[in-house]
């Protein structure tokens, strides 16, 4: 890679260990992916529970931030992804002294390196969303394809360990979804039908996602018939990442880099794949697949912005949960919550509202085994993805048939079902 | 060298000779793996049950989330890892883990490199040289 003067004293050590060890890691994945040189950005956002750490990645933190202060600070705004717990709610959670020592360490470490600790995979929400071209650095998979497909921003996935380097540099290697030849379309998706609730773009996601297969694919879709929310693209991208690996998307007419299809597929030669409603329905009964009963409810993955907060709210308004049903928001977010009536009324139901993390990323397995947790109803596909590989069984419905099954002791009728 | 040799366009890491596990799916340490037991733990993936512990994973392309670019440095702090990861398709996440573990991963071939490797052959994968390369012992 071609280095500029200061990136080069940067490597010679003239800015401190810490900021020595980030360039020469951003310098290694940099030249296995192609980079030819650095782009400045602006802000970076780090993906780092404890579960994801261990032991090893707490204390290879906490070497840094016993650096001098000089020498171990952030030099752009870095903010962190949530962690792996909510310490007023952990011992509802069954989560260990051990966990929350981990935690503790690797706030404590992060607060050291002047990193802002956000703990939100929903600041394109609620912190700063990023501008049409700015070149970021950010860690959690849905976090970088909104803000590249919806926002127009500029970033890879960024894992913990890059983001805080490029927090320490300043800048991160230019490949991938910092150049132009990346992001054209590589496949075009004819959908007909519009999808309805949060979960049934969770699933358009999924299929995509499968179709998709890879990092370096970028899906451009048509024939949506209206211009989706904020939390429904947040829905969608989250699963599209989860299951394809996939950083961006383009939704013709609707994204800002495709206000046309010749935007983003100058030559039309691309291969083509049709999504119907049925296809989204058979998605989604996958995984309901022989589950009559579930053990929790979760909304969660994303974080629940303020409008899917006052939604579970509502539906939730007269009734009562009779089995754990967690509503997982950002830091941000709660206190709006609290203010507006939203946690009173959602706890009141019976339900707990939980902020600060996120449910596969705190410990789900240790979770499982503490509260005897197996089958989980949810509205995110993302977390339906993922949380399989930790023991449950997830089942994908909306968010009215969630709370329906949670008032009916965990039952998934057939009027649920959907 | 007596076997065929597949060339990758990119690798790290250093030299290892181990047993190959093979599949044509995905790789996310989050999503597939009980990284305590050291087992593929999505019930879903094709190496469900399967130990990937001291294992040449040959599969498909790197799937998920960006957890793995932690995971890998802490199940090599257990000695609970794979012996090297070789995959069709990377993403930066794998490149990420793999640097700040000094593990072994090659990645991108002209052939689909699942089909080109007998499951539980002894396989070399050399990152080391001008260009990456795995063949069977």
């Known amino acids: ?418 | 060298m007596n076997g065929k040799v597949f060339y990758a366009t990119a690798g790290m890491g250093a030299k290892v000779r181990a047993p190959a596990l093979v599949a044509k799916d995905g790789f996310s340490a989050r999503y597939d793996l009980d990284r305590i037991n050291g087992v593929f733990s999505r019930p879903q993936h094709k190496l469900a049950g399967e130990s990937y512990v001291g294992r040449v994973l040959v599969l498909d392309a790197a799937k998920g989330g960006v957890a793995t670019a932690w995971m890998l440095y802490e199940m090599k702090s257990r000695g609970v890892m794979p012996a090297a990861l070789v995959l069709n398709a990377v993403n930066p996440i794998m490149a990420q883990g793999a640097a700040l573990a000094d593990f072994t991963m090659i990645s991108g071939f002209d052939a689909d490199i699942t089909q080109a490797i007998p499951n539980g052959a002894i396989v070399e994968v050399d990152p080391t040289g001008e260009r990456p390369c795995i063949w069977v012992v």
């Open chain 1, 1 to 418: 890679m071609r280095l500029t003067d200061e990136e080069t004293a940067m490597q010679a050590g003239a800015f401190g260990p810490a900021v020595q060890w980030a360039i020469d890691h951003q310098i290694r994945v940099g030249g296995y992916l192609g980079a030819e040189d650095f782009v400045p950005v602006t802000q970076a956002h780090i993906m780092a529970d404890t579960e994801s750490l261990g032991l090893a990645g707490v204390e290879w933190l906490e070497a840094w931030a016993r650096l001098p202060a000089a020498q171990r600070r952030v030099r752009v705004p870095t903010i962190t992804d949530p962690r792996g717990t909510d310490f007023a709610s952990a011992h509802k959670l069954k989560h260990q002294p051990w966990m929350l020592d981990l935690e503790r360490r690797t706030i404590h470490a992060f607060e050291a390196l002047g990193v802002l600790m956000t703990d939100t995979c929903i600041n394109y929400q609620t912190i700063m969303p990023p501008v049409r071209g700015e070149h970021v650095a950010y860690g959690d998979t849905g976090v970088v394809i909104y803000s590249n497909s919806v926002c127009g921003a500029r970033s890879n996935f960024e894992g913990g360990p890059s983001a805080l380097s490029a927090g320490l540099t300043g800048r991160t290697p230019r490949y991938g979804y910092h150049l132009d030849a990346h992001r054209r379309a590589t496949l075009l998706i004819q959908c007909a039908a519009t999808p309805r609730d949060l979960n049934d773009w969770g699933a358009l996601g999924g299929i995509v996602g499968r179709l998709a297969g890879d990092y370096w694919q970028v899906p451009a879709l048509v024939g949506l018939d209206r211009v989706p929310g904020s939390d429904e693209m947040k829905h969608f991208g989250a699963a599209l990442a989860s299951y394809g690996s996939v950083a961006l998307f383009h939704m013709v007419c609707i994204t800002p880099e495709a206000q046309r299809l010749e935007d983003v597929i100058p030559d039309g030669d691309i291969r083509t794949h049709d999504v119907t409603e049925a296809d989204i329905r058979v998605f989604q009964s996958a995984y309901a697949k022989e589950i009559d009963t579930v053990d929790l409810v979760v909304f969660s993955a994303p974080q629940l912005s303020l409008v899917e907060m006052s939604q579970v709210a509502d539906l939730l308004d007269g009734r009562h949960a009779d089995i754990p049903l967690l509503a997982i928001t950002s830091p941000q977010v709660k206190p709006d919550a609290d203010r507006m009536g939203l946690t009173r009324r959602i706890e009141a139901a019976g339900g707990t509202v939980l902020a600060g993390m996120c449910f596969y990323q705190s410990y789900a397995r240790e979770m499982a085994e503490a509260n005897g947790w197996k089958r989980l109803a949810t509205n995110s596909a993302k977390l339906t993805n993922i949380i399989g590989g930790y023991g449950y069984r997830p089942a994908l419905m909306s968010m009215a048939a969630c709370v329906e099954a949670a008032c009916a002791g965990g039952r998934i009728g057939a009027r649920t079902q959907r």
